[in-house]
C-alpha cells in the first residue's frame, strides 16, 4: 500500500511518512493510490468482531507487516483503546422508532476524536522509539481535537504537542482538557479567532518544508491519514451491527449513516468506506455554518465571511478541507482538477463546482443544515420521548431523524461525536439536566497552563510567527533526547 497527494504531484509514500506528515509538499492531502474492495465473504467474517478488533483488521489493510508486524499492530490498537469506560469501546444505543445511536464518546475526553487519536498516537510513539527520533505535532482545534491529541501524548519523551484553539468559541470542558494538562511536552495557545483564522497561520507553517523537516513538524489534524483511517473501522462496525441480513441474490442491504459534520473527516471516511464495497448512503448534516450542504444542493463552495458560533461549537467551521479528499475519489483521482479547485478556493475563498460535478457530489452525499433552535427541539424531544440526552453536535444529526422520514427497509444510525457533559450550557438551554462524571468535574480542581495569541492588524504573520518560534525553542530544549524525524 502507497499513498499519494490529492493533488498530484507526490507519489509513492509508506504509511510511515504520510503518518509523520501533515499536508503533502504540493499543498495536498494523503490519500490511499488504491482503495481495498471488501467482499461479502470478508465483511461475513467480520460480522460480530468486537470494535478492537475490527479496527486491528482495518489497519492491516493500509499498514504493510514490514512496517509493523500483525502482532505489534494488535498489542498498538488493543493498549490504544483499552482506556476507555465502556468495554466495548463504542456502543450502539436503540432507542424509539427506529433511533440508533453509535455512542463515540466513551474515551478520555468524551468525543469520537479519541477513537482514532489514541491509535495515532501509539503508531507514531512506536516508530519513534524504534529508531531513536523525536516529532513536533502542531494541532489547530475547533474544541475536541486538541483535548485528544494532549490526553493521548502527554507524557511521551518522543513528542512535543503544541495545540491552538479559538478562546471564548468552546466550552469550558473542552478548555479544561487542553489547558490543566501540565506536562513538559505540551504547548497550549488561546487564539483571538475562530479555527478557521487558526488554520491559515499552521498552513504557513507545514508549507516551509525547512521548518517542517528541520524540527520534525507534524499535524495531527485529521488532514493526518492515520486519522481518517481509524475512523472508516466505526462505519463498518456499524454497517455490520445495523445493516441486517444479505438481500435476495446475496446482495448486500444498505444503510444510511447521518453524520453531523464541520471539517469533513468523518464524511471522507464514510465516503472511502463506501468505495470499499459497502452500501452506505451518506448523510452529512451541518449547523449555521453550511458550506457542505451548499456545495451539494447548489455547488457554492464558498466560505460566508465570518464563522457563526452555535451551540454546537466543533463543527463551527466554514473550511471543511476533508472535503478535499472526497473531491479526489469523486474526480477519478484527477489530482490536476483538485489542484485548480483547491488553490482557487484557497485564494479566493470560494470555488462554484460545475453542475456536471455537483451532481456527482449530490448521488454520494446527502445533506442538511440546523439551526440553534432545531437543535434544542431535537435535544428536548429524545429526551421527552427516550430519556436520552443528545450532545448539540448529535441533536444537529438527529434532527434528520425527526424531519426526514425514511423507508422502512433501509436502517439508519446516527453518529454521536461527543458526550452531553461536554456541553453543559447547550442540556440547560434545552432545559435538562445531565449527571456529570466525577472526570468532568475533577478539571474544576486542576491547575491551568496557556499562552495567548492576541487579534492584532497583522495577526495571521504574527501568530506564525508566535508558533514558530515556540517550535524553534521547543526544539533547542529537546535536542538531547534524539534527532527528529525526516520526512521525505
Known amino acids: 500500500m502507497q499513498y499519494c497527494s ?8 509508506d504509511f510511515r511518512d504520510v503518518l509523520f506528515s501533515g499536508y503533502a509538499p504540493d499543498g495536498g492531502m494523503f490519500m490511499p493510490e ?8 470478508t465483511l461475513r467474517g467480520w460480522r460480530g468482531l468486537p470494535y478492537t478488533k475490527l479496527v486491528v483488521e482495518v489497519a492491516s489493510l493500509f499498514i504493510p507487516t514490514q512496517l509493523i508486524p500483525r502482532e505489534d499492530l494488535e498489542v498498538l490498537v488493543g493498549e490504544a483503546l483499552s482506556g476507555f469506560s465502556v468495554p ?32 495515532t498516537v501509539r503508531f507514531l510513539n512506536y516508530f519513534l522509539q524504534k529508531e531513536n527520533h523525536r516529532a513536533t505535532v502542531v494541532v489547530g482545534t475547533s474544541g475536541d481535537t486538541g483535548g485528544s491529541a494532549i490526553q493521548s501524548a502527554k507524557g511521551l519523551s518522543g513528542l512535543d504537542v503544541l495545540v491552538v484553539y479559538p478562546r471564548g468559541r468552546i466550552t469550558p470542558v473542552q478548555e479544561k482538557h487542553m489547558i490543566t494538562c501540565l506536562e513538559d511536552n505540551i504547548h497550549v495557545f488561546a487564539a483571538d479567532g475562530s479555527s478557521d483564522d487558526i488554520d491559515q497561520p499552521l498552513r504557513r507553517l507545514f508549507a516551509d518544508q525547512v521548518l517542517v523537516k528541520s524540527h520534525g513538524l507534524m499535524s495531527l489534524n485529521s488532514v493526518n ?10 462505519f463498518i462496525y456499524a ?52 458550506i457542505v450542504h451548499r456545495t451539494v444542493t447548489t455547488g457554492d463552495f464558498s466560505m460566508a465571511a465570518d464563522v457563526t458560533q452555535t451551540l454546537a461549537p466543533a463543527i463551527d467551521i466554514q473550511d471543511p478541507y476533508n472535503m478535499e479528499r472526497v473531491f479526489w475519489l469523486l474526480l477519478g483521482r484527477d489530482g490536476a482538477s483538485v489542484k485548480n479547485m483547491m488553490e482557487e478556493f484557497q485564494r479566493s475563498r470560494r470555488h462554484s463546482l460545475p453542475e456536471s460535478h455537483r451532481k456527482l457530489l449530490s448521488q454520494v452525499l446527502s445533506t442538511g443544515t440546523v439551526s440553534d433552535e432545531g437543535i434544542l427541539e431535537t435535544m428536548r424531544r429524545c429526551w421527552e420521548e427516550n430519556q436520552y440526552v443528545l450532545c448539540p453536535h448529535t441533536a444537529v444529526a438527529v434532527w434528520h431523524h425527526y424531519h426526514c422520514p425514511h423507508s422502512p427497509t433501509v436502517s439508519r444510525c446516527y453518529v454521536a461525536t461527543a458526550s452531553p457533559a461536554k456541553f453543559q450550557a447547550a442540556v440547560q438551554r434545552a432545559g435538562l439536566t445531565f449527571d456529570l462524571p466525577e472526570a468532568v468535574l475533577a478539571l474544576d480542581k486542576l491547575a491551568s497552563r496557556y499562552q495567548n495569541l492576541e487579534r492584532s492588524l497583522n495577526w495571521c504573520k504574527d501568530w506564525e510567527d508566535r508558533l514558530r518560534e515556540k517550535i524553534q525553542s521547543v526544539s533547542s530544549v529537546r535536542d538531547n533526547r534524539g534527532t527528529y524525524y525526516k520526512s521525505k
Not at 6 to 13: E, F, I, L
Not at 93 to 119: I, N, P, Q
Not at 268 to 276: F, T
Open 6 to 13: 490529492t493533488r498530484g504531484g507526490v507519489h509513492g509514500w
Open 34 to 41: 488504491s482503495v481495498p474492495v471488501l467482499s461479502p465473504d
Open 88 to 119: 466495548e469501546v463504542v456502543r450502539i444505543a436503540r432507542l424509539k422508532e427506529g433511533l440508533s445511536v453509535l455512542e463515540l464518546f466513551h474515551g478520555g475526553t468524551l468525543a469520537f476524536k479519541d477513537l482514532a487519536m489514541t491509535c
Open 225 to 234: 491519514w492515520s486519522r481518517v483511517m481509524i475512523q472508516l473501522a466505526h
Open 239 to 290: 454497517y455490520l451491527e445495523l445493516s441486517g441480513t444479505e438481500q435476495a441474490g446475496g446482495d448486500l442491504p444498505e444503510l444510511e449513516v447521518v453524520v453531523p459534520t464541520g471539517g469533513g473527516g468523518n464524511i471522507a471516511a464514510g465516503y472511502i468506506v463506501k468505495q470499499m464495497g459497502l452500501p452506505l448512503k451518506l448523510v452529512a448534516m451541518v449547523n449555521s455554518n453550511d
